[in-house]
């Protein structure tokens, strides 16, 4: 309720009826709900191929991209920012996230280990199946001594089958190949291994390489991964002052700042905000 002492859970003023007739869906009438407090949810987007990254620069606040080589990482991100530049935002209005391992123990020995049994359990089998279902690719339909189809699209997981595409110029990698890495780095393409203090190390040479912004989190083991990395990485990147004690306030101000609680004004849906 809004006013509990007036018993008043809306201000009549206030409420105002909606009527919207788009090509996806229709509405018609009263929202029965109060608003969140971030009012628009915060926009994330998945995926880097060419829609994708048109379609970021234009509405999300989030994006998550595949990890895997550095350079290649890079080149998505800057691909991303200049979208937004194009869209009249601040290219760095967007939060970049790249999907990462945090594979960690208290010693570095240990972290290793954990990361061999890991390899031992994963098969170029197991790897086709994940990449088929991520991307809706069967790898073990090609030959495997050579590389894919420069042309190969699909509708689903574009991002993941783009990061293993070459061109007629410069060949991407084997499908043999391709299954190897995958067994090995996952859907999301990179795994950091170590201590605390290593695996700290090796995220934030990433960042400064490629301008991502953060990570998403890929587990190993549930439970077992996230609790790791909240109990012995945690620590290592509040002490280099690299994450908050306690964020607080929406989503969207702990992804881009305190004081970030409604869509920032360069973006196109900040002009739909009603004011009365």
């Known amino acids: ?138 790898l073990l339909r090609f030959p495997l001594d050579r590389p894919l189809p420069t042309d190969l699209t699909t509708e689903l997981g574009l991002s993941n089958l783009q990061r293993y595409l070459g061109t007629p110029e410069a060949p991407g990698p084997t499908v043999a190949e391709i299954l190897e890495d995958f067994r090995v780095t996952g859907i999301n393409g990179s795994v950091f291994v170590g201590d605390p203090e290593q695996v700290v190390d090796q995220a934030v040479a990433f960042a400064e390489a490629t301008d991502v912004d953060g990570f998403l989190l890929q587990p190993n083991l549930v439970p077992g991964t996230f609790e790791d990395v909240a109990e012995l990485v945690l620590p290592v990147l509040r002490e280099r002052g690299l994450a908050r004690h306690s964020p607080r306030g929406t989503l969207r101000e702990k992804l881009q700042g305190p004081g970030r609680r409604w869509l920032a004004e360069d973006h196109h849906g900040a002009a739909r905000r009603w004011t009365p």
């Not at 628009?40 to 989030?62: D, K, M």
């Open 1 to 138: 309720m809004r006013d509990a002492a007036r018993r008043v859970f809306a201000e009549p003023d206030g409420v105002r009826s909606i009527t919207h007739e788009g090509p996806y869906f229709r509405s018609h009438g009263l929202l029965n709900v109060p608003p969140s407090p971030q009012r628009t949810p915060l926009l994330v987007q998945a995926g880097s191929s060419g829609r994708g990254l048109a379609f970021a620069g234009r509405n999300a606040e989030a994006v998550f991209v595949a990890g895997g080589d550095p350079a290649v990482v890079a080149q998505r991100v800057a691909g991303i920012r200049t979208a937004a530049r194009e869209a009249g935002r601040d290219p760095n209005g967007i939060t970049v996230l790249a999907g990462v391992m945090l594979l960690t123990a208290p010693t570095a020995q240990e972290a290793h280990a954990r990361h061999a049994r890991m390899l031992e359990r994963s098969t170029l089998e197991g790897a086709a199946a994940v990449f088929a279902g991520n991307t809706g690719v069967d």
